[in-house]
């Protein structure tokens, strides 16, 4: 199984600002996906990370509002930028198992935006 | 991928055996079966996953009858800390993006 940690864990931000959210795998895996989660709702996919090459969105999510980096192998960063209080939410990193297709998620990022 | 349906909500009692259904018409013939258990403010855990007949591990039983558009997901005598949100999955192995319906919110009593 893949253990992952996210940074910060929680955090609260003015309007207008951003936040980089890292993510931190213990073993080596090909692709990282970004999840979004407002209170009370399921889970929405945001993009999947590829290690070198450039992040594929989903529909209703840009590059310019949610850039994401893919450095290597075991980290991944998402910045949510220009943020509104529409983005309050928490966003989860995932690995996948490929062996066993199980999916590994992080603790989440919880963000307020004022 | 395919769409995934299940009750928002269910309520039972601790020791009882609960059984959450989810429908998926529209699942693919290469598509796998996945249920994730989701507490407050932790990330989705899986479960269990099955592509036909029955699957049992530590935790559940899954199973799915020969038309694979539906599945039940089986919780032997749960108890208060089962009380989670149970999702369930249809998509095809290897780097697979998870979409993920609006879940079933379950309850356990005392």
């Known amino acids: 199984s893949a253990v992952i940690s996210q940074k910060p864990s929680r955090d609260i931000c003015q309007r207008g600002t951003s936040l980089t959210i890292q993510c931190q795998v213990d073993?080596?895996?090909?692709?990282m996906f970004w999840y979004r989660q407002q209170p009370g709702q399921s889970l929405t996919l945001i993009a999947t990370a590829n290690q070198g090459s450039e992040a594929t969105y989903e529909s209703g999510f840009v590059i310019d509002k949610f850039p994401i980096s893919r450095p290597n192998l075991t980290f991944s960063t998402l910045t949510v930028s220009n943020m509104s209080p529409e983005d309050s939410s928490i966003y989860l990193c995932s690995v996948e198992d490929t062996t066993s297709n199980e999916q590994f998620f992080g603790p989440g990022t919880r963000l307020t935006v004022l | 991928l395919a769409k995934t349906t299940q009750p928002i909500s269910m309520d039972s009692y601790e020791g009882q055996e609960v059984n959450i259904t989810c429908s998926h018409n529209?699942?693919?013939?290469?598509?796998?079966i996945t249920w994730y258990q989701q507490f407050p403010s932790q990330g989705p855990r899986f479960i269990i996953q099955?592509?036909?007949t029955k699957v049992t591990n530590e935790v559940a039983s899954l199973f799915i009858p020969a038309d694979r558009k539906s599945s039940t997901l089986s919780l032997p005598r749960v108890s208060l800390s089962d009380t989670a949100v149970y999702y369930c999955l249809v998509g095809s192995g290897g780097y697979n993006k998870l979409i993920f319906g609006a879940g079933t919110r379950l309850a356990v009593h005392p």
């Open positions: 529209n699942i693919a013939t290469n598509d796998y």
């Open positions: 073993s080596q895996v090909t692709m």
């Open positions: 099955g592509y036909k």
